[in-house]
């Protein structure tokens, strides 16, 4: 079964991540990938050099202004699809799903469109509403498909609604790992300190001063921590940065906080840390918490939406916004290294059995067939 996948990625990472993993597996269930990506990037690359059939395509929407243009280039994708034999058509993101529906109209193919977001229902009415419904919807996660059926309610049924987690490729996420004292040192952290970290994508429902008021609370009691950020802006949240880089400042920790900005790959950070920390306050998976406890490290995180039923009894939980709780929980991790080595073997026990990309797309590609024979 030859499937189209389309994504807005264009670097390997991210939700791009478990693709490249569904695209390497695939083959061993029968399921041959094509690819279209919006740009000549990493992903493109990494796609030809794995052999994929790949079409580059701005995915644009149909528009009264843009009406010939937008046609053309849905033609030309539709050709492609057809020429490799594509029997279904996958949304890798939401975002990609306008234009999957030109596509459905010039092929036939069905559609699924994998939703990434907690969509309202303004958003869903307009995007799924009447005949423009996919053939089948992804959730990453029970919590957010929870979440969002007061979106979805009398607009797509039950029936046609499938949670695929994300997952972690663990031995190759930790391969050929940059030595773990290197990392340290190019940060000027010693040895003997304990590191925390958190990694995001900065707005304000990630809570990160939260999360450096832990830091400030545990360099005050005289514990040897350092905290560490990585972190990078989209354009609409710039106010957001230059708000909590003034909150930062103002704590005067110094060499105690470390804000590293985008890191890229962020296998070399996690692997540096101690602890992992996620003051997130809703998340549809949590990527980044599966991420370090891929990587053995005890999470403290927040519920935060769906990274509760992600992380279950292999991390620590605290209620959303708890900031006592939250280093309570911080607190004995610091102290004792058996303790943290314990949480962090439950941890990556946890993603090896429920989150891996095996196991996802074993799931996926039930889906598929049953698209397909229909």
């Known amino acids: 079964m030859n499937v189209l996948y389309l994504t807005i990625n264009r670097k390997t990472f991210g939700t791009a991540r478990i693709l490249c993993n569904w695209i390497e597996l695939g083959p061993s269930l029968a399921v041959t990938p094509i690819l279209g ?26 528009s009264f202004k843009t009406l010939f243009a937008s046609w053309r280039e849905a033609r030309a994708t539709a050709r492609f699809a057809l020429q490799h034999k594509a029997r279904i058509i996958h949304c890798n993101e939401h975002a990609c799903y306008p234009f999957a529906l030109s596509l459905r109209r010039l092929t036939k193919l069905p559609v699924v469109c994998h939703v990434r977001y907690r969509p309202d229902r303004a958003w869903t009415q307009w995007a799924f509403g009447g005949k423009r419904k996919p053939d089948a919807v992804l959730w990453t996660s029970y919590q957010q498909q929870q979440d969002s059926e007061p979106s979805m309610d009398g607009l797509v049924e039950k029936s ?54 832990l830091i400030e609370r545990l360099v005050k009691e005289g514990h040897n921590v350092v905290g560490v950020l990585a972190a990078h802006t ?49 998340e549809t998976f949590g990527m980044s918490v599966c991420e ?83």
């Open 160 to 213: 046609i609604q499938h949670v695929i987690p994300l997952g972690i490729d663990i031995p190759s996420f930790t391969a050929n790992l940059e030595p773990r004292a290197a990392t340290r040192a190019r940060w000027g952290v010693s040895d003997d300190a304990i590191v925390l970290g958190y990694s995001a994508v900065l707005q304000p429902r990630k809570r990160v001063t939260e999360y450096v008021d």
């Open 292 to 374: 370090a406890m891929a990587m053995g490290k005890p999470v403290v995180v927040y519920r935060g939406g769906s990274v509760e039923e992600i992380v279950a009894d292999a991390g620590l939980v605290v209620d959303n916004a708890d900031t006592g709780a939250l280093y309570e929980k911080t607190l004995p991790l610091v102290k004792d290294a058996a303790l943290r080595g314990e949480w962090g073997r439950r941890g990556r026990d946890r993603v090896t059995e429920h989150y891996s990309p095996r196991v996802s797309i074993e799931k996926l590609v039930g889906v598929y067939r049953g698209l397909a024979s229909g």
């Open 234 to 282: 989209r354009p609409e949240f710039e106010k957001y940065r230059l708000e909590l880089a003034g909150y930062i400042e103002k704590k005067n920790l110094g060499k105690r906080f470390l804000d590293l900005g985008r890191v890229d790959p962020i296998q070399p950070f996690l692997n540096a840390l101690d602890i992992f920390i996620s003051t997130s306050e809703y």
């Open 37 to 62: 990506v919006v740009a000549e990037d990493d992903l493109a690359r990494w796609a030809r050099e794995h052999h994929v059939p790949t079409r580059i395509t701005p995915m644009p929407r149909m």
